[in-house]
């Protein structure tokens, strides 16, 4: 059974760090696609980033400049490094392997990020 388990998030000021993890359990990690995605209560799941095979990272353009998505196939883990917090990167956060595009599995607890001061 594939699993997503999620951590890293907090309660940060405006212009702060975090450092999220995503440990998957899920065979041939290595060949995925991997995302990090974020959602509001009441909207929709929205695709922060994603990494390929080959380390080539993406980044919705909200987000591009401040955060940067790495992974470690060794670990299975997938990571999301966010500097320059901003009230609006409040969310709760959550990865995924990837498909052209779409993701694959059912979704982990996620970790809630909250940017206030």
């Known amino acids: 059974q594939v699993q997503f388990v999620e951590s890293g998030g907090g309660l940060v000021q405006p212009g702060g760090s975090l450092r999220l993890s995503c440990a998957a359990t899920v065979s041939r990690f290595s060949t995925y696609d991997m995302g990090w995605y974020r959602q509001v209560p009441g909207e929709q799941r929205e695709l922060v980033a994603t990494?390929?095979?080959?380390?080539?990272?993406d980044y919705r353009s909200s987000v591009r400049g401040r955060f940067t998505i790495s992974r470690d196939n060794a670990k299975s883990t997938v990571y999301l490094q966010m500097n320059n917090l901003k009230p609006e990167d409040t969310a709760v956060y959550h990865c995924?392997?990837?498909?052209?595009?779409?993701?694959?599995?059912?979704w982990g607890q996620g970790t809630q990020v909250t940017v206030s001061s």
């Open positions: 990494i390929t095979p080959l380390d080539r990272p």
């Open positions: 995924n392997t990837l498909r052209a595009g779409v993701p694959l599995y059912a």
